[in-house]
DNA sequence: GAAAGTAAACCGTCCAAATAGTATAGTATT
DNA sequence: AATACTATACTATTTGGACGGTTTACTTTC
């Protein structure tokens, strides 16, 4: 195993216990006995708390990003790529996960600076949404849609059908893929 | 003026705290001070924290409520309503707002079943919007793309430029309007 | 209309429990 | 010899909330 694969069964353990306790119980003690560890072990590899949330944040925008980067990578198209790409892992592949949200609250109650690995990576992919050869409202609507079922997820705002999910995917891949159509002759 | 413009005063000092400086100060003494009232006083409205934090929940949920039911009834067209309105009072009428920011995180950290009032809400708007007139998968990615520009002011993962935003709402609106043409000769 | 009564609104202190972080001495692995 | 821990004790501080008392706003009674 990888040097620091303690260091991520902790991260692990500090999400599950926001995603099942709430922030409030993110606590050295819960952290370190979730993880199966001291308390002393868990301040060894994070000297703080907010080293810790840090820690979670870095660790969820890396997954993220290496997420989105794949897609784009495996996607045979060039034009709408990137859009594809956040379609895919939103609709298809559970992205944002569990982890990501705890990530999530958990910086923004500690220090909401912390999130700022992740809005790098955000400002970047609105960029590459921008050029990704299709319409760049359009592209941003479905950006923002696939953003609006990651908002549902985390606060439960309603529990959308997964019949419903997959119709909605469907239309917004097709959009995509007529905009490619339409704009296939205007090069 | 009315009886219970003390709680008003309470909910709000509350909220700028959640806003300003985060859960962790969201302590009473600190929402005791924000109000200019003893924490004793505190307690006399609120009998304990998680009651503060439902108080606020409920309070937000109501006056989300309030101004999309408004701009429902304001509607002089039947066809569309539910969804015009969500995209009205998203864009162009900066709800949901800070205090929604706060409440929703308050409630998440505190207890997440407080998010209760504003599930229901959600659950309602969601049938109003399949009932819309509309074609329902649309409408719902309509929605689902305001909830989109609503996380990103919540978490700030990015900026979108006034005037894009601007351009998101006139291409989402005239989508409705064409929804609307293309279905009124199919009764 | 003064006095008495009453309930809601509010104050300020006290305390037990919890917590972040420090310190330290020792152990196992490499 | 260095790294990666364990285990435990301790400090300093914060916090929810209980509690007993006080003020204000209204009524009622005499």
Same mark, same amino acid.
């Not at 040097?3 to 993110?26: P, Q, T």
């Not at 609105?126 to 849609?145: F, K, M, Y």
């Not at 097709?174 to 002759?185: N, R």
């Given at each position: 195993m990888g040097k620091n694969s303690r260091k991520i069964d902790i991260l692990n353990a500090a999400s599950r216990i926001v995603e099942d =306790?709430?922030?409030?119980?993110?606590?050295l003690e819960s952290v370190a006995k979730e993880a199966g560890i001291s308390k002393g072990g868990l301040l060894y590899h994070f000297p703080t708390k907010e080293a810790l949330v840090q820690g979670m944040v870095d660790h969820l925008a890396h997954n993220y990003r290496t997420k989105i980067a794949q897609n784009v990578e495996e996607d045979?198209?060039? =034009?709408?790529k990137w859009t594809r790409a956040f379609l895919n892992v939103t609709f298809?592949?559970?992205?944002?996960n569990k982890e990501m949200h705890s990530g999530l609250l958990a910086a923004k109650a500690v =220090?909401?600076?912390?999130l700022e690995p992740l809005h790098k990576a955000y400002e970047e992919w609105q960029t590459n949404i921008e050029n990704d050869g299709l319409d760049p409202i359009d592209a941003t609507i479905i950006r923002l849609a696939t953003d609006g079922i990651w908002l549902s997820e985390l606060f439960e705002t309603y529990q959308i059908e997964p019949d419903q999910k997959k119709e909605v995917y469907k239309r917004l891949h097709k959009w995509i893929q007529d905009m490619y159509i339409s704009t296939e002759h205007n090069p």
């Amino acid at each position: 195993m990888g040097k620091n694969s303690r260091k991520i069964d902790i991260l692990n353990a500090a999400s599950r216990i926001v995603e099942d =306790k709430g922030i409030f119980n993110l606590t050295l003690e819960s952290v370190a006995k979730e993880a199966g560890i001291s308390k002393g072990g868990l301040l060894y590899h994070f000297p703080t708390k907010e080293a810790l949330v840090q820690g979670m944040v870095d660790h969820l925008a890396h997954n993220y990003r290496t997420k989105i980067a794949q897609n784009v990578e495996e996607d045979p198209l060039d =034009k709408g790529k990137w859009t594809r790409a956040f379609l895919n892992v939103t609709f298809n592949q559970g992205y944002p996960n569990k982890e990501m949200h705890s990530g999530l609250l958990a910086a923004k109650a500690v =220090k909401p600076e912390l999130l700022e690995p992740l809005h790098k990576a955000y400002e970047e992919w609105q960029t590459n949404i921008e050029n990704d050869g299709l319409d760049p409202i359009d592209a941003t609507i479905i950006r923002l849609a696939t953003d609006g079922i990651w908002l549902s997820e985390l606060f439960e705002t309603y529990q959308i059908e997964p019949d419903q999910k997959k119709e909605v995917y469907k239309r917004l891949h097709k959009w995509i893929q007529d905009m490619y159509i339409s704009t296939e002759h205007n090069p």
